[in-house]
């Protein structure tokens, strides 16, 4: 099934914002909205946002998503080196009737 | 504190079978729908199996289906993968993960079993 996309790579300096974006279609993001998710090397994925905007408890409010229409954005703001990681949208697609996962974005805090 | 377990990975031969168990505590985990979800090496995630609640209803990604069997044992906290007619491309890590039925989703993971499918 279609997967969500996203850019391979996004580069910012210490205490700067990333912005990530994640372009699905109307059977998914558009609809159901998204969650964000990192991964760090060699750990399982840790929820940062779910339903569009929502941030779990304990998760930092430097992580902020959003939606706009098919696109998810979750931007990271004060960059810091612990924030290097993989980060994977996804969103329940009504169409085939399953979750998809975006390509995957790697951060680097230069 | 709440844990996830993975266990049964391995390596195995191309059209072989392999299952997988997921062991749950600290959580509510029969008011939890679950999902599987796998990486290959070097790759990103990939979704491949939820089932509801109860049970009652699973949902396969078309690269398992009619392969890999999801199951959910409550009285047990346990979830379950049936692998059967396995291929290279199966080769991954596989994660257990909570689903809330469209609120927060992937909440808690496993730290996942590798499945190798190799001759």
């Known amino acids: 099934q279609p997967g969500l996309t996203q850019p391979p790579s996004v580069s910012k300096g210490l205490r700067q914002t990333a912005t990530l974006t994640c372009t699905g279609n109307?059977?998914?993001?558009?609809?159901?909205?998204a969650a964000w998710l990192q991964q760090h090397q060699g750990h399982p994925p840790k929820i940062l946002s779910y339903?569009?905007?929502k941030r779990p408890s304990g998760i930092s409010d430097r992580f902020s998503a959003s939606r706009s229409g098919n696109t998810a954005s979750l931007t990271i703001t004060e960059l810091q080196p612990e924030d290097e990681a993989d980060y994977y949208c996804s969103a329940w697609d009504s169409g085939p009737g399953g979750y998809v996962f975006g390509t995957g974005t790697k951060v680097t805090v230069v | 504190e709440v844990q996830l377990l993975e266990s049964g990975g391995g390596l195995v031969q191309p059209g072989g079978s392999l299952r997988l168990s997921c062991a749950t505590s600290?959580?509510?985990?029969?008011?939890?729908?679950m999902n599987w979800v796998r990486q290959a090496p070097g790759k990103g995630l990939e979704w491949i199996s939820h089932i509801s609640v109860s049970g009652g209803e699973m949902l396969y990604a078309g690269s398992v289906k009619g392969r890999f069997t999801i199951s959910k044992d409550n009285a047990d906290n346990s979830l379950s993968l049936q692998m059967n007619s396995l291929r290279p491309e199966d080769t991954a890590i596989y994660y257990c993960t909570t689903d809330a039925d469209g609120d927060l989703d992937f909440e808690y993971w496993g730290q996942g079993t590798l499945v190798t499918v190799s001759s």
């Open positions: 109307s059977n998914n993001i558009g609809t159901l909205g």
């Open positions: 600290g959580f509510s985990f029969s008011s939890y729908g």
């Open positions: 339903r569009n905007d």
